[in-house]
């Protein structure tokens, strides 16, 4: 989720990055660029390992490691006699941001963990302040902010062995396909001294020693040059282009090497702040509901993305087809490079596709803050292979492009609970939830006052703010979501009255049943209301049915 708070603190790090093919690199220089990505990656794991060391002991990751403390440890004594001490720094940095990230992602499954035990409120808060502050393996007492309490050492210890449990169900970073980040202390970027055929060069520095006219090596190292192939959408992305490039390697098939491009980075910095001055929102907040027939719904009705379904079919019996054709002939599919390449193919359709959509909400939207369900992205009819590369690969493409907007436009965005936004009823006088509401994967018909509604549309509508039963930023369970969102619904009938279409989908839903006691001592229900089907009287004096099949948009 971004905040403005974030937003504000990150406003620094609006960068890009493009990968620019190297231009008629003869195959010594190419060699050389070899050389010193395979040394990044020798040296990586033994990083790595230096700084999972130190956040078992301490707590924490370290970018800032002394000379002398390198001296004393086995690892980082072998990493640096690799790679020398600058290009140590760099590769340190770049190894604990991506330690970082993954802590990260593993304190979002400690909490779910968390949220979803049985434990006591007291306890789960104390884990959740844990979790929060990262503390699973800290030695120093753990205080709360807000009242100085110190957490307990029971609760601590309980900490950690979720987090280890956490840990062990995930596979850690292996660095074995590192692209290293090289600053302005071993590369240069920009244009040639003498050449013409070529408007941007790169220089990186080696990993072989020059050598002097007495034969003998210096100490400084190999400066390598090549050009670079720029293209259209680099040049015209404006913004200042940094002084550290990358170094990459672009298809590399199980032993065979990959092409090398370079990464250049861009701060989009001053770009970015003129277009979120100039964006003007039309509206505070736009919800979305994610679905995998029509992408997404808006609460006005619009569809986008409604050939979606019939792509991912489509990829589907490509990528499934082709992976059992594979393994009949004893070939695991990731060995193929042409089931590789079919899998490369539907992350860039996911890409290019809830990029365009996205795109084009905005365009027509222009909101302020975008708020979007959490889901784990898979559907019914699909294969259990797609759905894993699909669960895997949308929501981080979708997270990176609602990032995009949010430096782009300043857009604030955040995911919320979806629990039972598909089953309730989006009418303002109703509430009924049911999950035989939802008729079939677009039609919802509520069984109590008979609304009718595009179910994708009835979803979003129900993840407005202030249209929900309860906070659906909050953390809660599929069980208190239920509880709630039934609450809310018979304090509406006690408010507007009762009529016997009410009663007669309360008495025949299971969601019901908690409340049924309360139910019946407040309004006594009859042998004819338990079997008494809705009736268009009855429907009536709640809210005339709808048809609102929303099409308004050519998404």
């Known amino acids: 989720m971004v905040s403005v708070a974030m937003l504000l603190a990150n ?8 990968h620019l093919p190297l231009l008629e690199a003869n195959p010594g220089k190419i060699r050389a660029l ?15 390992a230096d700084q999972w060391q130190r956040f078992f002991e301490t707590g924490r990751f370290n970018k800032m490691v002394s000379a002398k403390e390198e001296a004393h440890s086995a ?8 790679i020398g001490s600058q290009r140590m720094q760099m590769l340190r940095y770049q190894v604990v941001g991506q330690l970082e990230s993954f802590i990260e992602n593993r304190a979002n499954d400690f909490r779910d963990a968390v949220m979803a035990s049985s434990i006591d409120d007291g306890t789960r808060h104390h884990l959740l302040v844990v979790n929060k502050l990262h503390a699973w393996f800290r030695r120093e007492p753990v205080v709360m902010k807000k009242t100085g309490e110190e957490i307990p050492d029971d609760v601590r210890h309980l900490a950690r062995r979720i987090m280890h449990g956490v840990l062990a169900r995930h596979r850690r970073p292996r660095f074995r396909r590192l692209n290293p980040w090289i600053d302005q202390r071993q590369a240069t970027l920009g244009p040639a001294d003498k050449a013409t055929h070529a408007p941007l060069w790169v220089g990186i520095r080696g990993m072989a020693f020059e050598i002097g006219k007495n034969g003998r090596p210096k100490k400084s190292q190999v400066t390598i040059k090549v050009p670079l192939k720029s293209y259209a959408f680099f040049e015209e992305r404006g913004g200042t282009v940094a002084k550290t490039v990358q170094i990459i390697e672009r298809g590399a098939d199980h032993g065979r090497p990959g092409e090398i491009v370079i990464g250049v980075i861009t701060d989009m910095e001053e770009v970015f702040a003129k277009s979120q001055a100039a964006y003007q929102p039309l509206r505070e907040e736009l919800t979305l509901d994610l679905g995998l027939a029509t992408m997404f719904a808006t609460p006005d009705g619009d569809l986008l993305g409604r050939a979606w379904r019939e792509q991912l079919e489509r990829h589907d019996r490509r990528i499934s087809g082709l992976a059992r054709a594979l393994q009949k002939q004893g070939i695991r599919p990731n060995q193929s490079k042409r089931y590789r390449a079919r899998v490369a193919a539907f992350r860039g359709f996911l890409k290019t596709e809830i990029g365009r959509v996205l795109n084009r909400l905005i365009l027509m939207k222009r909101p302020a803050h975008v708020v979007i369900e959490r889901l784990d992205f898979t559907a019914p009819g699909l294969s259990r292979r797609l759905n894993r590369i699909l669960a895997r690969m ?3 493409v979708i997270e990176a492009k609602l990032n995009d907007l949010a430096e782009r436009y300043g857009i604030t965005w955040e995911e919320v609970n979806p629990a039972y936004s598909s089953q309730t009823c989006s009418n303002e006088h109703c509430g009924y939830v049911a999950k035989n509401n939802r008729k079939a994967q677009a039609d919802f018909v ?32 599929k069980q208190e979501s239920l509880r709630l969102t039934v609450h809310r619904h018979l304090e509406r009938l006690k408010t507007r009255g009762w009529v016997a279409s009410d009663r007669a989908a309360i008495v025949s839903n299971p969601n019901y049943r908690n409340a049924l006691d309360r139910l019946k001592a407040e309004t006594p229900l009859t042998a004819a209301d338990k079997i008494q089907r809705p009736s268009a009287p009855d429907q009536a ?3 005339p049915p709808q048809d609102l099949v929303a099409d308004v948009s050519a998404g």
């Open 446 to 477: 509520c069984g109590a006052c008979g609304h009718k509604i595009h179910a994708d549309v009835n979803a979003a509508r129900n993840l407005e703010s202030g249209r929900s039963a309860f906070d659906r930023a909050a953390r809660l369970t």
């Open 75 to 82: 690892r980082l004594f072998r990493a640096k006699a690799i």
């Open 394 to 396: 949308g929501h981080g």
């Open 34 to 48: 070899r050389e010193v990505l395979r040394a990044f990656r020798r040296a990586a794991p033994d990083v790595a």
């Open 11 to 18: 406003i620094t790090c609006m960068k890009r990055c493009d």
């Open 541 to 543: 004096a709640v809210r």
